[in-house]
């Protein structure tokens, strides 16, 4: 695996593997890698010739509030983790590279950006969209992959990418799971013991309203109110939001039977986290 830090030597490495006739696979990520990346990266093996992962933990996505400064670094585990998993080259550029002085022009997806994660976090996903534009004209892929988790996240880029003409499919992966069914994040590890058994509630929330549409249950008003009581069975963790909206425009819905994303974010201690469950129009 060859580690790139210069955008300009990323890009002409992947043209080169394009002239050639390869497939390009992208996995962008923020580093402090776990399974949940691993899988992005195992799909992308199978479907492209050329496997790229980058690591940029994005300062234009946090607020100043937030967790840029702690969010974990570990890029020697991480480097030995895309090794492991045949990656061809590991892009990691540096702010300056990303962000040169004086940059000053910004990607925001109108009438998205600001629901769910944007609407909590304001300016998250206008940093987001402007690094997944940026990372994807300096990496030209064929194919890119995200995860599931962040579920506004991959409506937002797939409407971006419709929207820029971008020449590239978005693949969207899997939720990976603990046997528990906390979902897999690198702020996991910010959790105590105690914290990492209330964060199971997450999941526990979205089964019940899984368990209540298997019944064919399709007013969302009480699928929600559901989801909500399951999360304040435990105190402590508080609740952001929990919300039954369209997959791709993250806007409420008010009966499922076209199918709906159920998401919900939570603080558990000073933590953060996210989690999300598709229902088909049939509930399954």
Same mark, same amino acid.
């Given at each position: 695996?060859?580690?790139?830090?210069?955008?300009?030597?990323?890009t002409?490495?992947?043209?080169?593997?394009?002239?050639?006739?390869?497939?390009?696979?992208?996995?962008?990520t923020?580093?402090?890698l776990?399974?949940?990346?691993?899988?992005?990266?195992?799909?992308?093996?199978?479907?492209?010739?050329?496997?790229?992962?980058?690591i940029?933990?994005?300062?234009?996505?946090?607020g100043?509030?937030e967790?840029?400064?702690?969010?974990?670094?570990?890029?020697?585990?991480?480097?030995?983790?895309?090794?492991?998993?045949?990656?061809d080259?590991?892009?990691?550029?540096?702010?300056?590279?990303?962000?040169?002085?004086?940059a000053s022009?910004?990607v925001n997806?109108e009438?998205?950006?600001?629901?769910?994660?944007?609407?909590s976090?304001?300016g998250?996903? /206008?940093?987001? #969209? *402007? !690094?997944?534009s940026?990372?994807?004209?300096? $990496? &030209?892929?064929?194919?890119?992959?995200?995860?599931?988790?962040?579920?506004?996240?991959a409506a937002?880029?797939?409407?971006?990418?419709?929207?820029?003409?971008?020449?590239?499919?978005?693949?969207v992966c899997?939720?990976?799971?603990?046997?528990?069914?906390?979902?897999?994040?690198s702020?996991?590890?910010?959790?105590?013991?105690e914290? /990492?058994k209330? #964060? *199971? !509630?997450?999941?526990?929330?979205?089964?019940? $309203? &899984?368990?209540?549409?298997?019944q064919?249950?399709?007013?969302?008003?009480?699928?929600?109110?559901?989801?909500?009581?399951?999360?304040?069975?435990?105190?402590?963790?508080?609740?952001?939001?929990?919300?039954?909206?369209?997959?791709?425009?993250l806007?409420?819905?008010?009966?499922?039977?076209?199918?709906?994303?159920?998401?919900?974010?939570?603080?558990v201690?000073?933590?953060?986290?996210?989690?999300?469950?598709?229902l088909?129009?049939?509930?399954a």
């Amino acid at each position: 695996m060859l580690t790139v830090h210069s955008a300009a030597e990323m890009t002409a490495l992947s043209r080169e593997g394009r002239r050639a006739g390869k497939r390009v696979g992208f996995v962008p990520t923020m580093g402090a890698l776990h399974q949940g990346h691993t899988s992005l990266v195992r799909a992308a093996r199978s479907r492209a010739d050329v496997v790229v992962a980058s690591i940029f933990v994005n300062p234009a996505q946090f607020g100043p509030k937030e967790d840029f400064s702690r969010y974990p670094r570990t890029l020697e585990a991480d480097s030995a983790l895309l090794r492991a998993e045949n990656t061809d080259y590991l892009f990691y550029p540096s702010v300056d590279e990303m962000y040169p002085p004086g940059a000053s022009a910004w990607v925001n997806v109108e009438g998205i950006c600001d629901k769910l994660d944007g609407r909590s976090r304001p300016g998250h996903f /206008r940093g987001v #969209a *402007t !690094v997944v534009s940026k990372l994807f004209h300096i $990496v &030209q892929p064929d194919l890119a992959f995200f995860g599931q988790k962040d579920a506004a996240q991959a409506a937002i880029i797939r409407k971006l990418v419709r929207d820029l003409s971008f020449d590239v499919e978005v693949v969207v992966c899997p939720i990976v799971r603990e046997p528990d069914g906390l979902a897999l994040s690198s702020r996991n590890v910010y959790l105590t013991p105690e914290q /990492r058994k209330q #964060a *199971t !509630v997450l999941y526990r929330s979205l089964m019940r $309203v &899984q368990n209540l549409a298997d019944q064919g249950e399709r007013d969302a008003g009480p699928l929600a109110e559901v989801g909500r009581q399951v999360m304040s069975e435990i105190p402590s963790v508080r609740l952001d939001y929990f919300e039954i909206v369209a997959p791709d425009t993250l806007d409420p819905v008010s009966d499922i039977s076209g199918g709906a994303l159920i998401a919900v974010a939570a603080y558990v201690g000073e933590t953060r986290l996210i989690d999300n469950i598709l229902l088909s129009g049939t509930g399954a």
